[in-house]
């Protein structure tokens, strides 16, 4: 089947910006390293063994491809749309972000550097990092919340595991956002010689377009998958959005085909109350953060808020920029899943399926178990299942069993 074209024109533009949002609001000292690590990744893209020993690296390390699963129980429980799951749970490390961090460390070495720093929330981007450095043997610093530390201790001890260093952030919230002004201020200091494997699609030009690249190898396979299992492209996709790059991973490689339809889901946390969620598109407003303009969650003096969501993945007060700009053109639509709702999924998936996924994957799930009953049988969706729940199983017993 035909599908008409979209017009989307190729982004970001080369001040790094898509349409108003995007651009590169970094201290002076980065500019420099920022236009170089720009010009790097676009000779790594044009170089045919770049590219070889990424795809060799994401197949035997990674475990790619992964299989898009037609989720055949779980269709006939919610009795409308057939829901097929992209599979990213299955890979080296448990999500999807070990995709990023491949690319990444391949352009730190061609970048001739050769010690590695991260940021990281729930811990799954420090251990995607820190899995790549013990590969190449590379240094690993990896700042992380002192809150984060102790919710998910579990990652701190698999990031020791593989030689890295993390260093506990204790500055304000002590979460996600003082740990990437940690890794920022360390990377001023360091640059000649340290990259910064940034974890989502978010920050200065040129990191939110390096992380969708890296990450479209998940809707370049599912694309593929779905016209091989059913002769047609999927009517609809689903990813949950917390910086945005494993749903801009997903729906890149679809933008053009004008009958997929695109949902990106945010955590709604107790429900959109100031403070009490992460959903920047539901009562945010535009603003610059950590070197990016895009929609973020602030109060009216411009002072960030709280935010607040049952996994530490989606729990952050801006969205990547890419995600703004489709926001802004209509093209894919943005809704929220509150906590309750993604734990009821991740207890109805596991039931149903066999499958725990990660809390920031079960908002995904969540917004598919509440359309796919009014939907047709004939209707496609592809839910992007971004990592599996292991992390998340003490945290969910709390909520979940008696
Ligand atoms: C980190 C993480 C996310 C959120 O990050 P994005 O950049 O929005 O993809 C989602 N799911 C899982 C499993 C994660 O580990």
Redesign the pocket.
């Known amino acids: 089947m035909a599908t008409a074209a979209f017009p989307i024109p190729v982004l970001p533009d080369t001040t790094g910006h898509f349409g108003h949002f995007g651009g590169m609001f970094v201290p002076e000292t980065l500019m420099a390293p920022l236009q170089e690590l720009a010009t790097a990744y676009t000779a790594a893209q044009a170089d045919p063994a770049f590219l070889t020993e990424l795809d060799g690296l994401l197949r035997d390390y990674a475990g790619r491809p992964t299989p898009l699963y037609f989720a055949q129980r779980w269709t006939e429980k919610l009795g409308g749309a057939k829901i097929y799951l992209k599979r990213e749970d299955l890979l080296h490390t448990g999500?999807?972000?070990i995709n990023n961090t491949l690319g990444q460390i391949l352009l730190a070495k061609r970048l001739g550097k050769n010690r590695i720093i991260a940021e990281t929330?729930?811990g799954?981007?420090g251990v995607a990092t820190a899995a790549v450095c013990a590969r190449f043997g590379m240094q690993c610093v990896v700042y992380m919340g002192k809150v984060d530390m102790e919710r998910q201790a579990l990652n701190v001890v698999r990031m020791r595991l593989m030689g890295a260093e993390v260093r506990a952030v204790t500055a304000g919230q002590a979460t996600l956002k003082e740990a990437v002004n940690e890794a920022m201020r360390d990377w001023v200091a360091s640059v000649d010689h340290t990259h910064y494997i940034l974890?989502?699609?978010l920050g200065a030009h040129p990191f939110p377009m390096i992380v969708r690249d890296f990450q479209r190898i998940i809707g370049v396979e599912a694309r593929r998958q779905i016209l091989e299992k059913e002769g047609r492209l999927p009517d609809l996709l689903v990813a949950?959005?917390?910086?945005?790059?494993?749903?801009i991973g997903l729906f890149h490689p679809f933008l053009a085909d004008e009958n997929v339809r695109m949902i990106g889901v945010e955590a709604g946390g107790d429900g959109i109350i100031p403070g009490r969620h992460a959903a920047r598109f539901q009562g945010g407003k535009l603003g610059v953060l950590q070197g990016t303009k895009t929609w973020l969650l602030a109060n009216d003096d411009g002072q960030i808020q709280l935010t607040h969501s049952v996994s530490a993945?989606?729990d952050y007060a801006a969205v990547?920029p890419e995600h703004a700009y489709l926001q802004d053109i209509s093209r894919v639509d943005y809704t929220y899943a509150t906590d309750a709702e993604a734990l009821a999924a991740f207890k109805e998936l596991a039931h149903c399926e066999g499958i725990i996924p990660?809390l920031?994957?079960a908002h995904a799930m969540a917004h598919v178990a509440k359309i796919a009953p009014g939907l047709s049988k004939h209707t496609l969706i592809i839910a992007n299942l971004?990592?599996r729940g292991d992390k998340d199983v003490e945290q969910a017993s709390r909520f979940l069993l008696p």
């Not at 949950?240 to 749903?247: E, M, R, T």
């Open positions: 999500a999807h972000k929330g729930a799954q981007h974890g989502s699609a949950c959005v917390g910086g945005g790059s494993n749903a993945g989606l990547g990660a920031e994957s971004s990592g």
